[in-house]
């Protein structure tokens, strides 16, 4: 998995994810989240894009559930969005989007994180 800050225009920062979402290439203890973000960083409203991510599996899908933990935790908003079908699939499977907020898009993810949209 590879993340990339791709914008942070003070009202949202818009994350890009490429690649499998998957624990095994953390190093143990560490959040590629957080070491992206910076302090303080999962006090911000975050859109993760995660349209060129290939596949996700059960440590992805934890990891997922730490980073929205840590955002509400922190008064942050994290959004997911342009989730490839496969990916999607999955969690639906896991009923994540009833956890975590997921758009269709960026501008509907924006929306959400903003609060001008459920």
């Known amino acids: 998995m590879q993340l990339s800050l791709v914008e942070d225009d003070q009202a949202v ?16 203890g560490s959040n590629p989240m957080e070491a992206l ?12 894009n995660l349209e060129r991510t290939t596949y996700i599996d059960s440590s992805g899908l934890s990891w997922l559930f730490v980073c ?6 922190a008064k942050g908003k994290f959004v997911l969005h342009s989730i490839p079908g496969r ?11 009833s956890v975590i907020p997921v758009a269709p898009d960026e501008a509907t993810a ?6 001008e949209a459920k």
């Open 37 to 48: 973000l910076g302090p303080g960083g999962f006090g911000k409203k975050v859109l993760l």
């Open 68 to 73: 929205h933990k840590s955002f509400a935790q």
């Open 87 to 97: 990916v999607y699939q999955v969690l639906q499977i896991v009923r994540l989007p």
């Open 110 to 115: 924006r929306s959400m994180a903003l609060g």
């Open 13 to 28: 920062v818009r994350v890009a994810c490429e690649g499998q979402i998957s624990q095994n290439d953390f190093t143990p």
